[in-house]
């Protein structure tokens, strides 16, 4: 959100439901970054960091689920190293950060899947990150049908053996964030790859001309 400081980076995230295809369409909106001459670097959540690996692994264990809170406490605590160490220094240093999940992800799953209050993580992350949001946020929604169809072919973690209610709220919770974000746009996950690809391209061109005539 210190986007007016001269030659800071700036900050993209991906997000949307399991299976809706983000790993892929982060590489490209860090190719399409790279053609357009800037400097990128490419993470995820809950991870990044040393720490925020070994708490990943604490997370996505389907053999020991934790309690809510606990769920968006470690979530917080893995994104405070990786604000610190990886996004903050980056965008510093001018480069743009390509980050697969964040704050939005909370709001979605433990939120509106888990049931934890919207006011407890909106106090987390002012905590944890008050000056450190996305600029832009590309949610890939896909329905939980077709999530399910595509994460059949892959192990699953924790959080990918919920069942189909999760799933819907996590979906809705996007949506709706999407609804009050002006930074979030939705792309539809749900068409073939190469559409989806141009509408990620598309909008990833969109923002840089934006920043450019800023
Ligand atoms: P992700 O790395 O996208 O999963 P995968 O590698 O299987 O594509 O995310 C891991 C899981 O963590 C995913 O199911 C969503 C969940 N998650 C939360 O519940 N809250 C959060 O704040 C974040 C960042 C992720």
């Known amino acids: 959100m210190r986007a007016s400081v001269p030659n800071r980076g700036r900050f993209i995230t991906l997000e949307g439901p399991d299976g809706a295809g983000k790993s892929t369409q982060a590489q490209l909106v860090a190719d399409t970054l790279r053609a357009h001459g800037k400097e990128v670097v490419t993470t995820r959540e809950p991870g990044g960091t040393a720490v925020g690996n070994r708490l990943r692994q604490v997370l996505l264990d389907p053999q020991t689920p934790l309690q809510p809170t606990t769920e968006t406490l470690l979530m917080f605590a893995a994104r405070a190293e990786h604000v610190a160490h990886v996004i903050e220094p980056a965008l510093a240093a001018g480069r743009w950060v390509v980050c697969d999940r964040f704050t939005d992800s909370t709001?979605?799953?433990?939120?509106?899947?888990?049931?934890?209050?919207?006011?407890?993580?909106?106090?987390?992350?002012?905590?944890?990150?008050?000056?450190?949001w996305p600029d832009l946020t590309l949610c890939l929604d896909v329905p939980p049908a077709t999530?399910?169809?595509?994460?059949?072919?892959?192990?699953?973690?924790?959080?990918?053996?919920?069942?189909?209610?999760?799933?819907?709220?996590?979906?809705?919770?996007?949506?709706?964030?999407?609804?009050?974000?002006?930074?979030?746009?939705?792309?539809?996950?749900?068409?073939?790859?190469?559409?989806v690809s141009k509408a990620v391209q598309h909008a990833v061109e969109t923002f840089i001309r934006r920043t450019e005539a800023a």
């Open 147 to 195: 999530a399910a169809g595509r994460m059949q072919e892959r192990t699953l973690d924790g959080f990918e053996r919920e069942d189909d209610g999760f799933y819907r709220r996590v979906r809705e919770g996007f949506l709706k964030q999407a609804a009050r974000e002006a930074r979030i746009v939705v792309i539809d996950g749900s068409s073939a790859l190469e559409v």
């Open 107 to 132: 709001f979605a799953y433990q939120g509106d899947g888990r049931g934890i209050a919207k006011g407890a993580i909106e106090t987390l992350a002012a905590f944890t990150h008050a000056h450190c």
